[in-house]
């Protein structure tokens, strides 16, 4: 069974998820911390639950979801896991926090990459990754069947939908996105990259983005 941490980091208010199973193998999703208390919170999290980290695994490549990547992986030596369409927010990310007065340390370049249908494995479980293009080009939610749950990155929020006014971004493209998570049960939990987690039911009811596409 998959169980979650989840820890709100940096001034976008960014979720950073760890998520692992009975075996205690973890994976990082959005590593969000941005300053040294902040990976602080997180270590003390991991080491709380005995945790081994297996795998870092980004949503997209938009600073605030990946501040703390090179911490996370010099300190855990892990690798990070991403779609190759993101490559290029990971290039221009200093520049792109400079005009927003944020400092950051440059990630390290992924070196693994993810497709719709592939899966993450960590302990006995795994997520399944699902495209979602449009928020960026290079989007992507997991998934688990079995336990019910998503990760949705900034596709979807709790009663809004991911931004598409930035490069990269799409409307026709995650609406597209949108329409495909809307096929999942309507009891899966949605754990999005901002604010409160919500259903996809919940979502289909009162979602205003997703009752007038209805």
């Known amino acids: 069974m998959i169980k979650l941490l989840e820890l709100q980091f940096n001034p ?7 998520v692992y199973d009975e075996t205690d193998e973890c994976i990082i999703i959005d590593a969000g911390c941005s300053n040294e208390h902040e990976n602080k919170i997180l270590q003390k999290a ?9 795998k870092l695994v980004c949503t997209h490549g938009h ?21 190759k369409e993101e490559l290029n927010n990971f290039e221009r990310v200093t520049s792109y926090t400079s005009y927003f007065g944020i400092n950051i340390v440059p990630p ?3 070196h693994n990459f993810l497709n719709d249908g592939d899966e993450i494995k960590f302990g ?19 998934y688990s069947a079995a336990d019910k749950l998503l990760f949705s990155g900034d596709t979807l929020f709790a009663g809004s939908i991911g931004r598409t006014d930035l490069p990269g ?10 329409k495909k998570l809307m096929q999942l049960p309507e009891d899966t939990n949605v754990f999005c990259g901002h604010g409160t987690k919500t259903t996809i039911g919940y979502e289909k009811l009162t979602n205003p983005f997703i009752t007038e596409m209805q």
């Open 108 to 110: 390290p370049m992924p």
């Open 169 to 178: 971004g799409d409307y026709n493209m995650l609406m597209n996105s949108i």
């Open 124 to 142: 006995v479980s795994s997520l399944k990754v699902i495209a979602t293009p449009g928020h960026t080009r290079g989007g992507i939610c997991l």
């Open 63 to 83: 600073f605030d979801h990946i501040m703390g990547n090179r911490f996370v992986c010099e300190t855990y030596k892990i690798e990070t896991y991403i779609n």
């Open 12 to 18: 976008i208010e960014e979720n950073t998820y760890i």
């Open 46 to 54: 991991i080491a709380d639950k005995n945790l081994k980290v297996t």
